[in-house]
């Protein structure tokens, strides 16, 4: 069974704030994603990594930045947070093909 | 633009009933179409995907590419199917899936 992994279910950081959302997955997969979940809007890819030390940008890349230095490890970094932020964050991989595996996704609330 | 579209936020069916969650996709190509299903409390997951052509707890879905449509159904609702419903595309090379804005699926007793 894959499995993804979130540093935390929940989260509750003060607007300014730099914030660290960690992601793992335990079965060697290439891509990784990260997402934002909001009601209304469905998911929203924030940025994907192909391989070590590759990103790309997804569709709302503005106020976030990620860093992956290991294949198993995709981080999330919100440089300085703000309220507009307070989401759910879900990550995701993927092996060679498109279905995706998700974490359990992390609650933000940013105030 | 690569689309998907689901007209329905909340879908509120009653047990027994049947259900269709609707879905409709704008791609120039050919896409891989996929359902996610998202329980209360649980992780985001794949139901099924177009290419396996399988029923996945009592639920189906045709890939209609004239109608661009990827519309899913049950026969008969239970009260275990209210989810929150995904309907997703993947059609380019790098693996990304673009996800509708999902359908909340209310099985009324």
């Known amino acids: 069974d894959v499995k993804v992994t979130q540093s935390s279910r929940y989260l509750v950081k003060r607007t300014g704030e730099k914030v660290f959302l960690e992601c793992v997955q335990d079965?060697?997969?290439?891509?990784m994603f990260w997402y934002r979940q909001d009601p209304g809007l469905g998911l929203r890819l924030i940025y994907f990594?192909?391989?070590?030390?590759?990103?790309e940008k997804g569709d709302i890349p503005e106020g976030y930045s990620v860093s992956r230095e290991k294949k198993e490890r995709f981080s999330l970094i919100l440089e300085s947070a703000s309220t507009n932020q307070t989401s759910m964050y879900l990550c995701?991989?993927?092996?060679?093909?498109?279905?995706?595996?998700f974490g359990p996704g992390t609650r933000l609330t940013v105030t | 633009a690569q689309r998907v579209t689901q007209p329905e936020k909340l879908l509120s069916v009653f047990k027994g009933a049947p259900v269709e969650l609707k879905c409709n996709y704008s791609?120039?190509?050919?896409?891989?179409l996929f359902w996610y299903v998202q329980y209360s409390r649980q992780r985001l997951q794949l139901l099924l995907r177009?290419?396996s052509r399988e029923s996945i707890k009592g639920f189906t879905a045709d890939l209609n590419k004239g109608e661009t449509s990827f519309h899913l159904k049950k026969p008969f609702a239970q009260e275990e199917d209210s989810a929150m419903y995904y309907c997703?595309?993947?059609?380019?090379?790098?693996?990304?899936?673009?996800f509708g804005k999902g359908t909340r699926l209310h099985i009324l007793p």
């Open positions: 995701a991989s993927t092996s060679r093909g498109p279905e995706q595996y």
């Open positions: 079965m060697d997969h290439e891509n």
């Open positions: 990594s192909y391989d070590v030390k590759m990103k």
């Open positions: 791609y120039s190509g050919s896409p891989e």
């Open positions: 177009h290419i």
């Open positions: 997703a595309l993947s059609g380019s090379r790098d693996d990304k899936i673009i």
